[in-house]
């Protein structure tokens, strides 16, 4: 049982910024960039061949598809400098949550080894 603690410790987390970007976001129009479709299509096709997974290959060539057919609505992403300071302070908020939990896992496999 201790040893699910962490995984569920983690699940908790992502459900919580989850609930907590719904709340933030409510009432506002969110349009989907598809050029993040894309790029995680061509993230996800290389993952499930090298692991022979047919569920990353189905969805890496899903999201490729819907990134390719509407190429035309891909947004163009902005500079640093172009960012507002709130903007940058989330983007460095994320990255920051991203670096920590790969340090989290890696520390967690090496103490699993």
């Given at each position: 049982m201790s040893t699910y603690i962490p995984i569920i410790g983690l699940a908790l987390l992502i459900i919580l910024l989850a609930i907590i970007a719904m709340i933030k976001n409510k009432g506002e129009k969110i349009t989907p960039d598809y050029r993040v479709f894309f790029i995680l299509g061509i993230t996800w096709l290389p993952l499930g061949i090298?692991?022979?997974?047919p569920a990353f290959l189905g969805m890496g060539i899903v999201f490729m598809l819907v990134g390719i057919i509407?190429?035309?609505?891909?947004?163009?992403?902005?500079?640093?400098?172009?960012?507002?300071?709130?903007q940058k302070k989330n983007k460095l908020l994320v990255a920051g949550s991203l670096a920590?939990?790969?340090?989290?896992?890696?520390?967690?496999?090496?103490?699993a080894s």
């Open positions: 090298a692991t022979d997974s509407n190429k035309d609505k891909w947004k163009k992403e902005k500079g640093w400098a172009n960012l507002s300071s709130a920590l939990l790969l340090l989290i896992g890696v520390v967690a496999y090496i103490f």
